[in-house]
């Protein structure tokens, strides 16, 4: 993690960027007010206050930089993160707790400081993309924010992955690995927000509502799927963006990576970065669950 500030600050930053346990002990079952209160703090208390301005972007050799500035993905990666800060932050506007709804601006406001770092990082690399495009956003602002949540939280998982193959095979230099590792962080704390958003809502929901939120959260799923098998073509103004970030970066890094290792190194990489965080936060359970059932029958390469 490279900035142009004292080297004692930024680890502290760094370090309770990644560990954090709520100071009120006891349980905090989904849906009580201490629950509550410890995933709506845990925005703020985890804050890591880098500034993409001051980002100190490493000099790259002429063949890493060849490789980073070839990734299909840059775009794709800009355009993204402007659609995530949009959908969360009109999603707070519907929500009456204020706890929640700060929360949720904060996460909004993180959003849109990845772009800004990607954003820098283009320019610091020479990357050509394509000017920002006008982003209309969902009717259904709770739609919009599954969307995006869900969609993290499957993206995350092999992206932590991704990353460390990436880190391990020298794909990325390590001072770049360290410049935007507090980005990949930071996805682990905005899927555990969500995570428990989710627990949260479902215990606290009227029981007549149930039923109609778990076919939302059942369409968004198909619509997720149907995005990543390449299917979706400008369906509420997403355009395949969130799919194809994680699918084209995987194809690029990973190459004839050995899909069991890939596999392997996810399932390290999600427990690592959650691992910090108070234990009682619920943490995301179907993309590692899917992926440990697809283990059971992919045996490594020889």
Known sequence: ??????????????????HWAFPKPGPARPGSQEHFEMFTELMAATYNPYR????????????????????????????TENKAGARIEFFSHTVKEKPLRDALVHMAGEERRHRDVLSRLVAAYGIV?????????????EWGFLVTGYSECLDSFFAFGLFEM???????????????????????????????FIAWKRATMAWWK?????????????????????????????????????????ESIAGEMDPAKLIDICLVENDRRMAG?????????????????ARLFIRPKK
């Open 277 to 293: 965080y108070d234990p009682r936060l619920k943490r995301p359970v179907t993309a590692p669950t899917l992926a440990r059932l």
């Open 52 to 79: 993409p301005a001051v980002l100190d972007w490493p000099k790259l050799e002429p063949d890493a930089l060849k490789r980073i500035t070839s990734l299909p993905i840059w775009d794709i990666a800009v355009q």
């Open 166 to 196: 990436a880190r391990q095979s020298g794909y990325f230099p390590e001072a770049l690995v360290e410049t935007f590792e507090p980005v990949v962080q930071e996805e682990a704390r905005h899927i555990l927000f969500f995570t428990n």
């Open 129 to 141: 993309v394509k000017p920002d495009e006008e982003y209309a956003l969902p009717n259904d602002a």
């Open 210 to 250: 149930r039923p109609f939120f778990e076919l939302k959260v059942a369409a968004v799923y198909a619509y997720l799927l149907w995005e990543r098998i390449g299917l979706a073509k400008d369906v509420d103004g997403l355009e395949g963006a969130d799919a194809n970030f994680t699918v084209n970066g995987s």
């Open 1 to 18: 993690m490279r900035f142009m500030m004292d080297d004692t600050a930024v680890a502290t930053a760094d370090y309770n960027a990644r």
